[in-house]
């Protein structure tokens, strides 16, 4: 299972095309709008979450509510479309694909922002959402929230899945904390009047998944190297963390490495038994899940576009000038909590279908019973 995208940020339509989608998945896109809608969230947007109001039609490889196992076309139609409209930007804008793009594709910049912008994220949370609707009948939740902004940490706390979400939901930065809410308004509101921008940390917990998603075998099959490729190609992610990440080159072997325990009762849960008192590998031994619940963080670099512009060349005049200003958000990190968590589910959904076959989520089910039987009488 794969997916790509295509679109324009001003231009007329988002589309996601997803590959290899089992058949016999009921579909439906109220989850998927649930998920577009908090993407246009949390504090600290700019003027363009208010113009569109994203919704996701989907336009093929479905029949009567469920995958019938061919392409499925995701599409968000871009309310703002103006892109026949709008002029090229001479001043490239640093912290974007602005320069470089226009330089290695010999063009404008427009041609380039246009493509690069995070706006094609829309389509890439509908991926996701649609892979959650597979990974819903397994058991595993995918839950996403911001656990540092501007500098000033955010401690998850522990809890169900569903008690996470509704303490995410609660905050308007999209954090388990919502009681700081009103501090973090405060940050943004005098971030964006100094006419600067803030970045953050995120993070996404996956529950209830099986042994041995992703493989130690092969190199680009390995669970975690695909999902920090997935996630540090969401754009403005510039570092990636699983489990104790960079934390756990400061530490003693001793104190990073989680102990191995069995708990009869928990036999018939995905762990079938092994418990870990620690989980500092974030659910991830030998590029595998190892029953655990995954733990991956992304980092998020402050917004580029600055109100307050930075030095900058004119590209036709090679003039010093102030870089171009668009319309733009001063934090996006509840919104990056969202895509992130979405990238992610979308590639615990193509682990699943690598171990358990995507031709019918029936054969499905079937295999990933005999599975937990067989591991279990190992
Ligand atoms: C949810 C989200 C919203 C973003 N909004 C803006 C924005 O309004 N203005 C801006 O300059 N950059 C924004 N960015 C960041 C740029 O898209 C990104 O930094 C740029 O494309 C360069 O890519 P790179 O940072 O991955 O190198 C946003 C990123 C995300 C994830």
Redesign the pocket.
Known sequence: MRYWTAGESHGQTLIALVDGFPAGVALETAPIDRELERRQGGYGR?GRQRIEKDTVQIRTGIWKGQSIGSPIALEVVNRDYKLERLDDLPKP?P???DLTGAIKHLGSIRGVLER???RE?AVRVAAGALAKQLLAPFGITVVGYVVELGGEKIEPVSGTPEELIALRDASEIYSLDPSRDAAFKQMIDETRKAGDTLGGVVEVRVEGLPFGLGTHAQWDRKLDGRLAQAVMA????KGVEIGLGFEAARRRGSQVHDPIHYDESQRDTPNLGFTRPTNNAGGLEGGMTNGQPLVIRAA??P???LAKPLASIDLNTKEAVDASYER??VC?VS??SV?VENVVAFEIAVALTDKFGSDSLTEMLSRYELFLKLARER
């Open positions: 700019g804008r912290g974007h694909a690069s912008s995070a994220t969401v754009q403005a992610i998020k670099k917004i580029s576009t733009s958000d996006a919104a990056a895509i």
